[in-house]
């Protein structure tokens, strides 16, 4: 399995960016994909994900400005994040939950860096 982070890069703040992920060699039935973050110092966090069933969920930092969408037959997930601030500098990662017989397994991509910087 393999998940292919873009759409990275600079931005000043209140700007926007969309970020993709493609996966690829994903043979499991797919739960769900999203993103998780992690800037330095801090924990990675999820922070939104979208199951298979179009079920969208955030962590409350980023409900209004971030939304995340999926074409999850075609293993594809997005994230347009607007209204970007400095809180929002981090590395970018797309993961998706497989399931197969009952067990779960996770997969990361290997992120993009988003920094949101004046």
């Known amino acids: 399995v393999q998940l292919v982070e873009s759409g990275g890069g600079l931005v000043q703040p209140g700007g926007s960016l969309r970020l993709s992920c493609t996966g690829s060699?994903?043979?499991?039935?797919?739960?769900?994909m999203g993103w998780y973050r992690q800037s330095p110092g801090k924990e990675r966090e999820l922070i939104a994900t979208i199951s298979n069933a179009n079920n969208a969920d955030y962590i409350d930092s980023v409900k209004g400005r971030f939304i995340i969408s999926a074409d999850i037959p075609a293993h594809e997930v997005y994230l347009q994040m607007n209204n970007l601030n400095t809180e929002d500098s981090a590395v970018y990662y797309c993961y998706a939950n497989l399931r197969k017989r009952g067990w779960d397994f996770d997969y990361w991509g290997q992120g993009t860096q988003v920094t949101v910087s004046s």
């Open positions: 060699g994903i043979t499991l039935e797919v739960i769900a």
